[in-house]
C-alpha cells in the first residue's frame, strides 16, 4: 500500500500566516504566467477557506486549493455551491491522493450541515487537468462531451458564473473572458502531449476552450450528492449523512 508523502490541513484565510501566503504564492508563480502578488492576495482573501497540503517529513507546503461557499435561488429553491479556486500541487508530488481526500470530507463536512439544501461544484477551468477531475469525481458533470447541458444545469451555471463574472461571463461559449489576464498556465503545463487526446474528455475540454493558454475558463459544474459521486467520494458523503459537525478554524480533515 503506497504511503502518501502528503497529509493536510483546512484553514480560514484570515488565519493563515505570513509564511503560508509567502508559500502559495510562490508555488502559484511557478505554475502560471502574468501573475503578480498583489491580485493573488485579493483573490485569496475574497475565499472562505483554503486546503493546505503539507508534506509529511518537513511539513513544507506542497499544495493548496482555495475554496468560496456561495448562496443563491434557482427555480425559487436555496441551493449552497462550492467554488474552488486556485489549486496547486507541486510537480515533486503529483499523482498524490491527498487533496482529493481532504476535498471530499470539506465537502462531506458541508453536504452534512444542511442536508436538505442541494450541494453543487461550481468550477472553472483554464487547462484540462483541472476539467479531468469531473470525470473522476462525478457520474454527472456539466458541460460534458456526451450530453446536452440540462436546462436546469443550465441556469445554475448561468447563475453561479453571472453573478460572480457578471463583466466576463460569455453565456453563449460558457466561458470566462477577462478583458486583462487573470495568469495563465505556463508554457509546458499549457502542452498537451499527443497521447492526452486520446481522452473524450480532453477533445472535448479544448474544442469549448481553444484558447485556455490565454487564461480563458470554463465555467462546470457538478451536483455534490453520494448519488452522483464516484465511490470514493460517495463513501465519505454516505459515512457523513446525519451529522451535522462544527469543525474548528484550522482542523484537519483526517
Same mark, same amino acid.
Given at each position: 500500500?503506497?504511503?502518501?508523502?502528503?497529509?493536510?490541513?483546512?484553514?480560514?484565510?484570515?488565519?493563515?500566516?505570513?509564511?503560508?501566503?509567502?508559500?502559495?504564492?510562490?508555488?502559484?508563480?511557478?505554475?502560471?504566467?502574468?501573475?503578480?502578488?498583489?491580485?493573488?492576495?485579493?483573490?485569496?482573501?475574497?475565499? *472562505?477557506? +483554503?486546503?493546505?497540503?503539507? *508534506?509529511?517529513?518537513?511539513?513544507?507546503?506542497?499544495?493548496?486549493?482555495?475554496?468560496?461557499?456561495?448562496?443563491?435561488?434557482?427555480?425559487?429553491?436555496?441551493?449552497?455551491?462550492?467554488?474552488?479556486?486556485?489549486?496547486?500541487?507541486?510537480?515533486?508530488?503529483?499523482?498524490?491522493?491527498?487533496?482529493?481526500?481532504?476535498?471530499?470530507?470539506?465537502? +462531506?463536512?458541508?453536504?452534512?450541515?444542511?442536508?436538505?439544501?442541494?450541494?453543487?461544484?461550481?468550477?472553472?477551468?483554464?487547462?484540462?487537468?483541472?476539467?479531468?477531475?469531473?470525470?473522476?469525481?462525478?457520474?454527472?458533470?456539466?458541460?460534458?462531451? *456526451?450530453?446536452?447541458?440540462?436546462?436546469?444545469?443550465?441556469?445554475?451555471? *448561468?447563475?453561479?458564473?453571472?453573478?460572480?463574472?457578471?463583466?466576463?461571463?460569455?453565456?453563449?461559449?460558457?466561458?470566462?473572458?477577462?478583458?486583462?489576464?487573470?495568469?495563465?498556465?505556463?508554457?509546458?503545463?499549457?502542452?498537451?502531449?499527443?497521447?492526452?487526446?486520446?481522452?473524450?474528455?480532453?477533445?472535448?475540454?479544448?474544442?469549448?476552450?481553444?484558447?485556455?493558454?490565454?487564461?480563458?475558463?470554463?465555467?462546470?459544474?457538478?451536483?455534490?450528492?453520494?448519488?452522483?459521486?464516484?465511490?470514493?467520494?460517495?463513501?465519505?458523503?454516505?459515512?457523513?449523512?446525519?451529522?451535522?459537525?462544527?469543525?474548528?478554524?484550522? +482542523?484537519?480533515? +483526517?
Amino acid at each position: 500500500m503506497r504511503i502518501s508523502r502528503l497529509f493536510s490541513e483546512t484553514v480560514p484565510v484570515e488565519e493563515l500566516g505570513a509564511p503560508e501566503k509567502e508559500a502559495m504564492y510562490a508555488l502559484f508563480a511557478e505554475n502560471y504566467e502574468n501573475v503578480n502578488r498583489s491580485s493573488f492576495e485579493a483573490d485569496l482573501f475574497e475565499k *472562505d477557506c +483554503a486546503i493546505l497540503l503539507r *508534506d509529511t517529513q518537513d511539513h513544507a507546503l506542497r499544495g493548496f486549493s482555495t475554496q468560496k461557499i456561495l448562496r443563491l435561488h434557482i427555480d425559487g429553491q436555496p441551493m449552497r455551491s462550492v467554488f474552488s479556486g486556485d489549486t496547486i500541487i507541486a510537480r515533486s508530488h503529483w499523482g498524490e491522493q491527498e487533496l482529493g481526500r481532504a476535498w471530499g470530507h470539506f465537502v +462531506a463536512e458541508l453536504r452534512a450541515e444542511e442536508p436538505e439544501v442541494p450541494l453543487y461544484w461550481f468550477l472553472i477551468s483554464k487547462g484540462y487537468r483541472t476539467y479531468l477531475f469531473l470525470p473522476l469525481f462525478f457520474h454527472q458533470f456539466f458541460p460534458r462531451y *456526451d450530453q446536452v447541458t440540462p436546462a436546469r444545469e443550465q441556469r445554475i451555471l *448561468d447563475a453561479l458564473a453571472g453573478t460572480r463574472y457578471p463583466d466576463s461571463y460569455v453565456r453563449e461559449s460558457g466561458l470566462i473572458v477577462f478583458p486583462d489576464s487573470h495568469g495563465n498556465l505556463s508554457r509546458d503545463l499549457a502542452e498537451i502531449r499527443a497521447h492526452r487526446l486520446r481522452s473524450p474528455h480532453v477533445r472535448f475540454f479544448l474544442s469549448r476552450n481553444p484558447r485556455f493558454a490565454e487564461g480563458q475558463e470554463l465555467v462546470c459544474v457538478a451536483e455534490i450528492s453520494a448519488a452522483n459521486m464516484r465511490s470514493y467520494g460517495s463513501r465519505i458523503l454516505s459515512e457523513s449523512a446525519g451529522k451535522a459537525p462544527h469543525p474548528e478554524p484550522g +482542523a484537519i480533515y +483526517a
